[in-house]
């Protein structure tokens, strides 16, 4: 986990990803050259304003989408060059998907333990032992046989991650999974993928645009206009039950690098300072230092 001394390997990595929409002939970069590398068994969240192109870059690292130029690598799956039947592999038994529409995750005349063995009857191999165990880690050994009616929107959500997790992926991708709920469901969901991810080693990666949700989980990263502009990191793990402080005392904020050297100056600091496009840079002992021109 995150305190190990080894050299980790990412499990996602994104290089330079850019993607373009074309929609009659108007073109929207929704990723213009993101950098973005995920360690195994994370609980991390990837935050940002509506139309930031969290989506757009869920929907890549899930196989759905290809990206217009740049990579994207996961669990050793180059997502840029993948056949349709690659892609149907992959998207059935590497990655896990739960929806920010409760709705869309579950068939709504199934019980809860049909709809998880959904997944594993389209690989051909229910096991009817494993979706109770899975519905079981997400705390709903008491809901097998309800039907999507019968939960709450919280209850519903937990079982689209069991089902998200029936195939055993190594990624589970969750794209504002907490949008339609009240606060304290939002937190059990919070719960539920770091259990899920100790229990079973699956990698997560939460999209938001929930500050509090953000301050919940082991490492948190900003996108701004299709890029990543910041990286948030938790000094220690969340405890069950512990309140989210977002005070900056239990977390270490830094400016990331793209792999030209680039870094972004958050458009708050760019204000109070009234930077325009220029800065000095000075190099002092450890510390590099960006100054306002004399001129200005
Ligand atoms: N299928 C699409 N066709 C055209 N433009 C799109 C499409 N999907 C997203 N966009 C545009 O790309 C940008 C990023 O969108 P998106 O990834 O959905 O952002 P977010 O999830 O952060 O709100 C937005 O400007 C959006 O309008
Ligand atoms: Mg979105």
Redesign the pocket.
Known sequence: MASEPTIREPIISCDNLV?I???SDLE????QGLDLRIYPEEVMAII????????????ILGGL?EPTAGSAVVADWNLGRLTRKQRLIYMRDVVGFVWQNVARNLVPYLTALENVLVPMILCGKADRAWARELLEAVGLGHRLHHRPLEMSGGEQQRVAIAIALANRPKVLLA??PTGALDTKSSRQILEVFHHVSSEYGVTVVI?T?DRSMSYAVDRFVQ?RD?KTSTETVRRRPLEAGEEVVQDGTSHDEYVVLDSAGRLQIPPEYREALGIGDRLSVEMEDDKIILRLPQDA
């Open positions: 993607k929409y074309r929609v929207v970069m929704a990723l940002g304003a509506s139309g930031s192109g969290k989506s757009t870059l869920l929907n989408d794209d504002e999209v645009h996108i299709g």
